[in-house]
């Protein structure tokens, strides 16, 4: 059953790194141009995917929802995409010995919740698509017509043909 988790997490790995060289590939001055998106700008966007993977990668460690080093971070863009593979790296890293159905419970503005890994896992995940799809759309905002693909269906086809 952790076969199919390990595989969204090497999945987000892979589409997270093809944004990054995308985003390499841009003056820096555009990832903090102000676009219309759920957040201001590019960076503010890789920042909020960063964060949630901190977060929940923090609280199913057992250590509660620690994000300081997003919080804290005033680095470049380089050190920003870095530490962020790291932390999608690590999240995959849990991923292998990870009791899939263990209960994580937690308090959020008063309620408290009770949710299992598996579904922590996939929402985390699904969150960073979302977000990845909205970095997209703010490309496009600033005239970026060549982006690569970065949908689940494009890892899979590339991993069927050796490339990943």
Do not use: C
């Not at 003056?27 to 590019?42: A, D, H, M």
């Not at 863009?77 to 790291?86: A, D, S, Y």
């Not at 308090?107 to 997209?136: A, L, Y």
Request: aromatic share 12%; proline share 1%.
């Amino acid at each position: 059953m952790n076969q199919r988790y390990l595989d969204y997490a090497n999945y987000n790995i892979w589409a997270n790194d093809t944004l990054i060289i995308d985003l390499l590939n841009l003056n820096e001055k555009l990832l903090v141009k102000e676009l219309i998106g759920s957040f201001p700008t590019i960076r503010d966007t890789i920042l909020h995917i960063w964060f949630a993977e901190t977060g929940w990668l923090s609280r199913l460690n057992g250590k509660g929802w620690d994000t300081k080093t997003v919080t804290n971070f005033s680095g470049n863009n380089n050190e920003l995409f870095k530490l962020w593979q790291i932390t999608s790296k690590n999240f995959r890293k849990f991923i292998q010995n990870a009791d899939l159905e263990k209960e994580i419970q937690f308090e959020h503005k008063g309620e408290k919740f009770s949710i299992p890994t598996r579904e922590i896992i996939q929402t985390v995940f699904n969150h960073g698509s979302f977000h990845r799809g909205q970095i997209v759309i703010m490309m496009r905002q600033i005239g970026i017509t060549k982006i690569s693909q970065t949908d689940y269906i494009e890892w899979v086809r590339e991993k069927e043909r050796g490339n990943i």
